[in-house]
């Protein structure tokens, strides 16, 4: 299947900084998701991107598809202890009927 | 608000029995998918449906298969367990038949131990 890589695996940081997860991809993608697992939750749909350098913002977070459709980002803006848990992006190639999620990236944050 | 509904939060099996995992979904969604989740892995899709009857393989259908004979419901068989399947097994849905283009709507998953 698609490959899909997520970095990083893990990052902690202190209420109030920034965070950001990238994903990336090495074929053209139709469309990606980002999705937050909360601990001990399942994983809950947060935005979808499709157009080449598309921005979307909700409220501290910020997302970004990739002038060449190829890579995605997710940033928040001075973290709160309402922001842990995992963050998974999933793509959509041109021509596939189904998402390929990366590994996630695990969020602390320290208070 | 869409609901997925899996039988089971925990099971606990043994080596070699057959295991069946029950989803249901009540908002008239035509796909529906089963992915494990496993740390360092993400999730990874075993097998989903775009229509009644049909079926398609994922990343990693081996020693699983599927079956969904109404529209609501996406039952994953494991027909001998063993335990390398031990995982969390989610379930999740989304409305449009054959793209991948609409959010999905996970159920809580279920925790398989094999034993």
């Known amino acids: 299947g698609q490959q899909v890589m997520q970095i990083p695996q893990y990052q902690h940081v202190q209420e109030g900084e920034d965070f950001t997860t990238y994903c990336n991809s090495s074929t053209t993608l139709s469309n990606i998701q980002w999705y937050k697992q909360r601990p001990g939750g399942h994983p809950v749909f947060l935005i979808q991107?499709?157009?080449?350098?598309e921005v979307k913002k909700q409220k501290r977070l910020t997302f970004q598809f990739g002038e060449a459709k190829k890579n995605s980002s997710l940033h928040i803006t001075a973290t709160q202890t309402t922001d842990v848990g995992t963050y998974f992006c999933?793509?959509?190639?041109?021509?596939?009927?189904?998402?390929?999620f990366g590994t996630g990236t695990s969020l602390t944050v320290i208070p | 608000d869409v609901k997925v509904t899996q039988s089971s939060r925990y099971l606990v099996k043994r080596t070699g029995e057959k295991v069946f995992l029950e989803c249901v979904q009540d908002?008239?969604?035509?796909?529906m998918f089963w992915y494990r989740q496993d740390p360092g892995l993400g999730l990874r899709l075993i097998y989903f449906s775009y229509d009644v009857k049909m079926k398609e393989k994922g990343d990693i259908p081996e020693g699983y298969s599927v079956s969904r004979e109404k529209k609501e419901r996406f039952s994953l068989i494991l027909e001998s367990a063993s335990t390398n399947q031990t995982s969390m097994y989610l379930c999740?849905?989304?409305?449009?038949?054959?793209?991948?283009?609409?959010?999905?709507?996970f159920g809580s998953g279920t925790q398989l131990s094999v034993l």
């Open positions: 999933a793509a959509s190639s041109n021509t596939g009927n189904q998402f390929y």
């Open positions: 999740a849905s989304s409305r449009t038949g054959g793209t991948a283009n609409e959010k999905l709507f």
């Open positions: 991107l499709v157009k080449s350098g």
């Open positions: 908002m008239d969604h035509e796909n």
